[in-house]
């Protein structure tokens, strides 16, 4: 996708010179409007290659796609990029603020969007973005215990459970630091989003007696580990450990004691898109009820698509770490843009890897 300085600087002279012809390089509406591509950043294993295929098919547009398998990578890629890299950025609310300053996203033009009315308008706004402005839900990703009981025979129900030593080199931990450090300060009577100092000082002791337990931080496919017998017990992502027990009924899900982390992942567009009215069209085929049901069909994520559930049958809708029981979402905490303090955080994180 990146292009030599001196072949970029040879466009921008073909286009100066051809302007009084052409009307320009880049720039005309109806080149827009023509364009067969649109780029997207999401997660991996996040959106099944079947939909991405599906979309081209009935489109003719060709979707490039960068994965992250976090969000602190996806920040990386997004702030280091031209800010005309992408067109769909899949994001977190918590850096709406960074990211709507620094121009990266625009506010949503819904009347583009035929399938909006298909989401949970509950679902619509946020902390960060209260008028439901900048992003569209896409999936909801909570982190649960994912224990394999022909391994481990204690019941665990809390984060201090995680911290039994017979348990060492045996966890699989997202890599999220947001998450991780979040659900540590909640292990310890504190919001996930409090950065105050004796708040991340008891998170990162959480952490630090926690870690001889970690064998490995995975955020692109933690069920492997499960499922290969690498890890018995893990802190993963709810859907991850559903295709788990869906795998091997030995391994069960948790949705841990005390607070729970959990978010929806954003669908924005990039202000300085190339392909912005593709990026439209992709957003709009994701959000069609039949669409969504069959992606939360191969990543059973909490879908906020009122419409797909009618495609969904009971196996996905009685089942309780697939769809978040009212109990539990009545304990969970969201995560806020902190501004400069995510630093510590990642501080934190880089620390347990040293």
Not at 60 to 75: A, P
Not at 280 to 299: G, P, R
Request: with cysteine; charged share 25%.
């Amino acid at each position: 996708m990146k292009k030599s300085m001196r072949k970029i600087a040879a466009f921008g002279l073909l286009c100066a010179v051809g302007a009084g012809v052409l009307g320009g390089c880049g720039g005309s509406s109806s080149e827009s409007k023509e364009s067969k591509e649109v780029n997207l950043i999401c997660w991996t294993e996040y959106i099944p290659q079947e939909t991405l295929d599906g979309f081209e098919e009935e489109t003719g547009i060709k979707v490039n796609v960068t994965y992250y398998t976090s969000q602190d990578e996806m920040l990386a890629k997004v702030t280091s990029s031209s800010k005309d890299t992408y067109d769909v950025i899949m994001d977190g609310t918590q850096y709406y603020n960074a990211f709507i300053e620094q121009g990266i996203i625009e506010e949503i033009d819904e009347s583009k969007l035929e399938n909006i009315g298909n989401i949970d308008p509950a679902y619509r706004v946020s902390e960060a973005d209260p008028e439901g402005k900048y992003g569209i839900p896409f999936m909801g990703a909570g982190a649960v215990i994912a224990v394999n009981t022909d391994v481990i025979k204690d019941d665990i129900r809390t984060y201090q459970d995680l911290l039994n030593p017979e348990y060492k080199d045996s966890m699989v931990v997202i890599e999220d630091a947001r998450a991780v450090v979040g659900m540590a300060a909640m292990s310890q009577g504190y919001g996930i989003n409090d950065t105050s100092d004796e708040a991340l000082e008891a998170a990162k002791a959480y952490l630090e007696e926690l870690k001889p337990n970690i064998h490995a931080y995975n955020g692109d496919s933690p069920k492997t580990l499960m499922l290969n017998g690498e890890c018995s017990i893990g802190l993963i992502y709810a859907a991850e450990c559903a295709l788990a027990m869906e795998e091997n009924p030995a391994i069960v899900g948790v949705w841990p004691e005390g607070g729970v982390y959990f978010g929806f992942d954003e669908l924005s567009i990039a202000k300085e898109g190339k392909n912005k009215e593709n990026a439209y069209k992709l957003i709009d085929y994701i959000l069609d009820a039949e669409n969504s049901a069959y992606i939360s069909t191969v990543f059973p994520y909490l879908n906020p698509n009122t419409a797909a559930y009618e495609y969904l049958g009971e196996e996905y809708t009685s089942n309780p770490i697939k769809v978040m029981p009212d109990e539990v979402k009545e304990r969970v905490q969201y995560l806020a843009d902190i501004g400069e303090d995510s630093s510590k955080i990642v501080d934190i994180m880089n620390g347990l890897k040293d």
